[in-house]
């Protein structure tokens, strides 16, 4: 079965540079979420999609942005990164129709 | 808004035994509760979830259960094997619907000692 894919898998970027990541969830889903998980930590909400409209804001910072796009793909956008930022980055997508958040394998950011 | 407590932190168990693992949740019109089993460096993986309708739900070796009046559940795993050593994320959603963000508990690291 069709999987939540995610990409790049690993970005090493440095400070002050920017970063897209991006998602491309199961088909027919319409909703796409980003977390953002530190190192030991659990995955904190970032930002969510529904339909191409965003639908809810986590602790996204003023730096990043999100869009989907009519494809249903999103991509985040991270500027003016800080070291701070390094961290795994999930993408997640559901469909109304059904329960079940399937989540992709993560892009790794290393901000150096 | 949604707060989901999970313990313990860490647990370590014997390669056979049951392991189990709690949650609570402050929102009580979550209606839907996920568990997710993350293996390092890899994305959260579903394993089990429950909707508020059941009060318990079994696939093979694992189980859930749901007290909703407590505002609780549980992960258990029975005859546990090595291969189940990874941090297991309680999750409910931010009130009700099939679509609303998740909130995470903060993870159990499970230790199955061969």
């Known amino acids: 079965a069709a999987g939540v894919i995610q990409s790049p898998r690993h970005l090493i970027k440095e400070k002050r540079e920017t970063a897209t990541l991006k998602c491309y969830p199961i088909p027919r889903h319409d909703t796409v979420y980003w977390y953002q998980q530190g190192p030991g930590q659990d995955p904190q909400f970032l930002i969510s999609?529904?339909?191409?409209?965003?639908?809810d804001k986590g602790s996204i910072p003023d730096r990043f942005s999100a869009q989907q796009f009519s494809d249903y793909h999103s991509e985040l956008n991270m500027s003016s990164l800080e070291l701070g930022d390094s961290a795994l980055y999930f993408c997640?997508?559901?469909?109304?129709?059904?329960?079940?958040?399937?989540f992709g394998s993560g892009t790794r950011l290393t901000v150096v | 808004g949604e707060n989901v407590e999970q313990h313990p932190s860490t647990l370590s168990v014997q390669e056979g035994d049951s392991a189990v693992i709690k949650c609570t949740y402050s929102d009580s019109a979550s209606n839907y509760f996920p568990w997710y089993k993350q293996e390092l460096g890899k994305g959260p993986q579903l394993i089990i979830d429950i909707r508020s309708n059941v009060g318990e739900k079994k696939d093979q070796r694992i189980a859930v259960t749901l007290n909703k009046t407590a505002k609780h559940f549980s992960l258990h795993i029975t005859e546990t094997q090595p291969e189940d050593s990874a941090v297991y994320f309680c999750?409910?959603?931010?009130?009700?619907?099939?679509?609303?963000?998740?909130?995470f508990g903060t993870g159990t690291l499970l230790a199955v000692q061969p």
């Open positions: 999609f529904y339909e191409k409209m965003q639908s």
């Open positions: 997640a997508s559901s469909s109304t129709a059904e329960y079940g958040y399937t």
């Open positions: 999750a409910a959603p931010k009130g009700g619907g099939a679509t609303n963000k998740l909130i």
